[in-house]
């Protein structure tokens, strides 16, 4: 069976990527985290919500992320989330988190956008 084509615009940059979902953390006061998953063309396949946190940290399951880009049949993946804070910086939590998932989605041939 062949898949047709995609009609969903390609995200070419990350300015694209946040442009898109900025409008979904507006006024939250939860961290929200959201796999976005892709395909080789960088159109998005599907996305998931992951975890709502608290206004100061969410876990981030690695689990579910990679259970949505193998049902999404995904090459790629990007992972969105907000910091209510207004802080845009990653917290040693955000850059552990990445590390983790980096490697995980390589091990499963997937590319971390």
């Known amino acids: 069976m062949c898949a047709g084509k995609l009609s969903a615009p390609a ?9 898109h ?4 953390f507006t006024g939250k006061r939860e961290e929200l985290v959201i796999a ?9 396949l599907g996305e998931k919500d ?7 940290q969410a876990i981030v399951y690695i689990r579910r992320i ?17 910091h209510p ?12 988190s990445f590390q983790t998932l980096r490697v995980s989605a390589g091990l499963n041939n997937l590319t971390w956008v």
């Open 66 to 82: 990679l259970e949505g880009a193998l049902h999404e049949s995904a090459a790629a993946i990007v992972l969105v989330h907000n």
């Open 21 to 24: 979902f900025r409008p979904r």
């Open 50 to 56: 992951i975890t709502e946190g608290t206004p100061t």
């Open 36 to 44: 976005v998953f892709l395909n080789g063309q960088n159109q998005r």
């Open 11 to 19: 995200f070419e940059s990350s300015l694209a990527v946040a442009n």
């Open 85 to 96: 804070s207004g802080n845009p910086d990653p917290s040693v939590g955000d850059d552990i």
